[in-house]
């Protein structure tokens, strides 16, 4: 049998449309090659909205598509960065990050790479703050959230973000490293702390700081020579010298024994079994406030989420019930994480975004550009009305998201589609938005 003749010959004489239309053509009959193009699209167009819609749909999938899709985002932010875009990436790279730590904490690495998707979507993160630098407290406060209150991964590096931190992040962070080796005894949040407290007198050049700490660790040999190798750089050449021969000199340390776990406070006990037997939002909250007073409360919330978490997949109802507990517990990011990733009432989404838009325009365009489909579906004057309100709202959004040409395409082809809506029509002139040129009064309303 002979192998199939090659074609690519015949496909290079085509010109670019007929190419594209049989490729469409047969996109429209394999869903395989159809989400391979959209992830290419997604990639190759630097469309910042067209990444956040991926976000949203990449929880609907498996982990493979999941995988693939927020392989996708990274592309565009790494290409968009490598091009010295000028739109700010820092928000969708931010969300990207939170979004794969998220599914990391909730079903663990799978095969995927996920852990990989996550280390990388750090770094791109890291690449986005320091071109276009956020509140450095701000960005302070999301790295010990990360830090101290995340799954154990992602594992931050300071020195990748010391520029965008600045002196008034990385003092920040100093602060609360600082409270937390005064405050706290062996565990999870010492631990932290200590690591960046290593890593903050990296970054701020404390030489004498950093020797220090150093040198209280127990003795192994490459805490030795990063002790020499930091004190070589410094010019300090005969202290590294003498170091070094005092490191080839073997010693003998006793083990610490392991820390006794103490008992669990009977108040949280009790609050905890409560949660268990009937978990929601008033359960959640007499548990947070019993751990809280106890100290415990860091370990016993990522408990009770992941239990919340189970549930929020069962239907919309337990969805909105994890979004406002996030809510009430303070993180909005995570509440409108969990908003997206289980599916959330629209009601539930609108009301998130609203909050979130100043900051985070671009994650909101998708949402308010939906509540305006809704709202034309009603097709009564009230519903029109409040329908050019959202689009003099997106028309804001995209303008601080830095894609005001992506608004532009959107309303033009939205009013092409409800041009004999004269009443629509009529109330976005109303609110001040211009309508694009080739519309013109049509001659019948629906």
Known sequence: MSPPSDLRPYLRTLDAETLADLLHAQAERDPELRHSLELRAA??????????????TAVSDGNVEYTAKVGAVLDTLRRMLDAGSRADLAPLARRTVDDISAMYEQAGDHPGDLGDRLDRAVEIYARACTARPPDPEKLADWILEVEFDGPGRPVIDLAEFATALGEPGLRRIKSTVD??????GP???????????????????DVDGLVAILSAKPPRVDVSLKIVRVLRAAGRHSEAIAHAARALTPHKHLQPPPPQEPEEDDDVSRR????????????????????TD???????RRAALAR????????????????RVLLEDGRPDEAWRACVRFEASPQVRLDLAELRSAEHPAETIPVFRAAVDELIERKDPQSYQEAARRLKLLRTLHKRAGTPDEFTAYLGTLVETHKRKTRLITEIRAA???????????????
């Open 308 to 323: 919340l978490r189970e549930l929020a997949a069962d239907g919309v109802e337990r969805a909105d019930e994890l979004a």
């Open 179 to 184: 409270d937390v080796l005064a405050a706290s």
């Open 187 to 205: 565990g999870h949040r010492r631990d932290v702390a200590e690591r960046l407290q290593e890593q903050l007198a990296e970054v701020l050049g």
């Open 432 to 446: 001040r938005i211009a309508l694009p040129k080739a519309v013109t009064s049509p001659r019948a309303a629906r």
């Open 272 to 291: 905890r079994k409560e949660f268990d037997e009937r978990p929601g939002r008033e359960t959640y909250t007499a548990l947070r406030e019993a751990a």
């Open 43 to 56: 990639t190759q167009s630097g469309d910042v909205s067209e990444a956040h819609r991926l976000l949203d």
């Open 294 to 300: 106890a100290g415990k409360w860091p370990v016993q």
